[in-house]
């Protein structure tokens, strides 16, 4: 009998907030605001307080702050003019920049036996194949990855990207 009348009354409560929500969404027409923006424009409004600018001046500190002594700097005028002795300018010397052959990479291969892969490329239109840290006339392969291989040119080094089919 006690679970029928709680029951009965949950009921009613929820139809009463049910109810009560709605009204509030639906049921009244919203025209106070049209008002309120009206009476608002109107008022003119001027604030209580005065806002005054914060001045004040910058002075120049003649001092080091990183030494002890508080001594002022102070310009030295001397009487002997200084005598500037003119070098002749030093004539940049060129450096002789290597021609590096034409290189194309193409890969590489790890094997299960061998610690270094061994690389497929192309050297001025002659194919090799190589491990690393071998040189092929004057170009030293330094290491090879997936995408691109570093090359070593009379003490010049270079990245050389794959060529992809």
């Not at 010049?156 to 089919?165: R, V």
Request: hydrophobic share 35%.
């Amino acid at each position: 009998m006690k679970k029928k009348y709680l029951n009965s009354v949950l009921i009613v409560f929820l139809i009463v907030i049910w109810g009560a929500v709605l009204y509030k969404y639906f049921g009244k027409p919203n025209t106070s605001k049209k008002n309120i923006k009206n009476e608002m424009s109107s008022i003119s409004y001027q604030p209580k307080y005065m806002v005054t600018k914060d001045t004040f001046l910058l002075e120049i500190i003649n001092k080091t702050p990183f030494k002890t002594s508080k001594n002022l700097r102070k310009k030295v005028i001397t009487t002997k003019p200084k005598v500037v002795s003119k070098k002749p300018p030093v004539k940049p010397i060129k450096k002789t920049t290597a021609v590096w052959p034409d290189i194309s990479y193409h890969g590489f291969v790890k094997g299960n036996q061998k610690a270094t892969r061994l690389i497929l490329l192309k050297i001025n239109k002659k194919l090799y194949r190589k491990r690393e840290n071998e040189a092929v006339d004057d170009l030293t392969l330094i290491k090879a990855y997936n995408d691109s291989l570093i090359v070593s040119f009379n003490n010049i080094k270079k990245t050389i990207t794959k060529i992809h089919d």
